[in-house]
């Protein structure tokens, strides 16, 4: 019997910790937000955006003494042309989610089609319309006095978190090749495609330690991607 080399494998989202965090698909669930309409007030718009948002805090990978290694490498469904997969030590997508001192100890390899990414492969702003549906309650979250809250909401932030290899060094790898339907081939150390996320160290670093190699189809870089 052939057991994989990978600690985790998945065709469209792989993560040491988490493969998908995602506000928008945990909003929607049921109707979500939408369902309420103007029976919600403001205040309550924004608390349960706050609830359905994704907050990880203080939760760490560890790999074992020689590593361990993460990759996503899916093809599109019907489609046997279309590869996909986003793959990070940490996690391998995040929209509109908040991680805080979430690291990743102790990779090998971190491999995608789309994106890859030591600690993360791909981080996006959720998605409003997605997430609220009615375009009344959208009106009432981007009133002046609320756009605030709402950006903290949608933005993705990683604070104080960092991602460490093996001694002798880790490699992330994005290989797929951008066409008119995908952006594929984004490896950075740290992150692979930052779409407006904010990275920033408050009490550490957000730092890719130990990076041995980076490439990527499109676009590498040591620390992001693009």
Known sequence: KTYSGYAVRAGRYAGGYVGRADIDSAASAGGGISLLGDALGIENVLNALDVV???IKNSNVYGAPGGYSVIADGLKENKPDE???HSGGYAGFISGS?????????FEYIIGRETAGGHTGRAEPGDTATVIEDISIIQKVLNANNVLSVLNTF??????SETTAVPCGGIVRAEGLTDTMYKRGYAGGYIGHNEGARIKGEKKEASAIRIRSVYGGESAGGFSGV
């Open 53 to 55: 948002s994704t907050n």
């Open 83 to 85: 590869i996909v997969g």
């Open 98 to 106: 908040n991680l805080n001192n979430c690291n990743s100890y102790n």
């Open 155 to 160: 933005i993705p932030q990683v604070i104080d």
